[in-house]
Each structure stands twice: as C-alpha cells, then as structure tokens.
C-alpha cells in the first residue's frame, strides 16, 4: 500500500480558496478526496484516474477542480467559492497499481467569517 501525505488544509472566510495537496509514496491508478463533517457520514469530494477521468461531488461541481501531477505521485483539490458547509475532515484516499486503498490521516478545512 502506499502511504499519503496531506497538507493545505487551514481556516478560511466564506468565498474564499484553498487548495489541498496529497502526495503518495508509489504508482497509483486513482487518487482523491473524502470528507468527514461532525455528525455526518464520510462523502465523496473528488477523485481523478490515472486516464485523467474525473467525478465529483454534487454539492462541490462548479467550485472544486482535482488534478495530479504523476511525476510527483501528488494529487491537487483547488477548492473556490468555500462555503461554511465545506468545513470538515478532509481525508485523501488512493487505489495503487494492484488495487489496494490507503487513506491519508486527514487535514482540517474550516470555513468561517
């Protein structure tokens, strides 16, 4: 398996940006992002495939866009127009070239006036 590490997370006003970075150790064929608000269940925020294929969200189409720079095994989530619903856990997630999943430990995102 390989191991993540997150960073970018941070406090921010609504409207505002951040942007997320996961570096993994190895290879995958896709990377992405979850999120884990109190009291609620983990979400899909995005994922990208190793082809480039992406999903998203509902509640983040239009605001956040993924990318990956394969030559640093690093995945990229630009979050935009942040609003306070957005704050929770934000935990990066990987499948590896033989189909094993890691999860990275998580970055805080909080928005808020």
């Known amino acids: 398996q390989v191991q993540l590490v997150e960073s970018g997370g941070g406090l921010v006003q609504p409207g505002g940006s951040l942007r997320l970075s996961c570096a993994a150790s190895?290879?995958?064929?896709?990377m992405g992002w979850y999120r884990q608000a109190p009291g609620k269940q983990r979400e899909l925020v995005a994922f990208i495939t190793s082809g480039g294929r992406t999903k998203f969200g509902d509640s983040v189409k239009g605001r956040f866009t993924i990318s990956r720079d394969d030559a640093k095994d690093t995945v990229y989530l630009q979050m935009n127009s942040l609003e306070p619903e957005d704050t929770a856990v934000y935990y990066c997630?990987?499948?590896?070239?033989?189909?094993?999943?890691?999860w990275g430990q998580g970055t805080q995102v909080t928005v808020s006036p």
């Open positions: 190895g290879s995958t064929i896709a």
């Open positions: 997630y990987a499948t590896d070239i033989v189909g094993r999943s890691s």
